[in-house]
């Protein structure tokens, strides 16, 4: 069976959350990919995409909007809570 064909088997619903699956940040890589603008924007466009084919657009136009902020630079990533709270308790520790 060629790619094609197993593709038509699947319902749009399970492609598209299988692209969520494949573009969304993991655990693992979330410190190194939480600045990344083209992999935020890719994971937002990924669930947008879901929602639509689950129709709830207004979730889909939510994350089109924040995927937007990321390619525009208008987002950044915010700190780390617990690298914030390592620091805090540090500059209290010496006072």
Not at 9 to 23: G, N
Not at 25 to 32: C, E, G
Not at 54 to 71: I, S, T
């Amino acid at each position: 069976m060629s790619q094609p064909d197993q593709l038509h088997d699947i319902s749009t619903l399970e492609l598209a959350q299988v692209l969520m699956t494949r573009l969304g940040i993991s655990p693992d890589d979330w410190h190194r990919l939480k600045s990344n603008r083209n992999a935020r924007a890719s994971e937002l466009v990924a669930a947008a995409l879901v929602f639509l084919v689950k129709n709830e657009p207004q979730e889909a136009q939510a994350r089109l909007e924040q995927a937007v902020g990321w390619l525009n630079k208008s987002i950044s990533a915010p700190p780390c809570p617990t690298h914030a709270h390592h620091k805090e308790l540090k500059t209290h520790s010496f006072n």
